[in-house]
């Protein structure tokens, strides 16, 4: 059994939250490592671990407790700005005294440009598309689950400022630019 990393309340072993006081608790379990890493065979022969597919693509580090509760409290609106598209320029030239501002000013800023370059090469094979070179049947449904994707990642960027976390998002979370 182990217990909460803040006020050492009796946890089971795939708690990741405290129910007690809410704290993340930093270091998983043995048996959260086993659901993240891979799965264990149920195979007659024996338990042959199976990798995890996907695992580092979508993998999130949260840096929470990296930053000062009064940072976090006082700087949610910046934080939320950074995931609005060109408003992310807000917190990346006025939020430089708070790391967590530039955490979330990173992200979004990262979420903003890759927008951008998303719609910068639809519009470009659109263009192809009027010259009779690229088939639009095959680019527009492409580009929409992309967009998708991206305004998912908006979301949840913006529900991580919201609840005070500092949650690096998937498969973009690891670029640094600020």
Not at 18 to 40: L, N
Not at 51 to 76: C, M, Q, V, W
Not at 110 to 116: G, K, P
Request: hydrophobic letters at 45%; proline letters at 4%.
């Amino acid at each position: 059994m182990k217990t909460c990393v803040n006020c050492g309340a009796e946890l089971g072993d795939r708690d990741r939250f405290c129910g007690r006081c809410g704290a993340a608790q930093t270091a998983p379990s043995a048996a959260v490592k086993a659901e993240t890493e891979g799965a264990v065979s149920s195979s007659p022969g024996g338990t042959e671990k199976q990798p995890a597919r996907f695992s580092g693509l979508l993998e999130r580090e949260d840096h929470t407790d990296a930053y000062r509760k009064e940072d976090i409290e006082g700087n949610t609106l910046f934080a939320v700005l950074s995931y609005l598209g060109i408003l992310c320029l807000i917190p990346v030239f006025s939020g430089k005294e708070s790391p967590y501002v530039r955490f979330h000013a990173n992200q979004g800023l990262v979420l903003f440009l890759t927008t951008l370059v998303l719609n910068m090469a639809r519009a470009l094979l659109t263009g192809l598309w009027i010259f009779g070179k690229v088939d639009t049947y095959l680019v527009s449904p492409l580009f929409t689950a992309l967009n998708v994707a991206v305004f998912a990642l908006t979301v949840l960027g913006i529900a991580n400022a919201v609840r005070g976390k500092a949650a690096e998002l998937p498969v973009i979370g690891k670029i640094r630019l600020i």
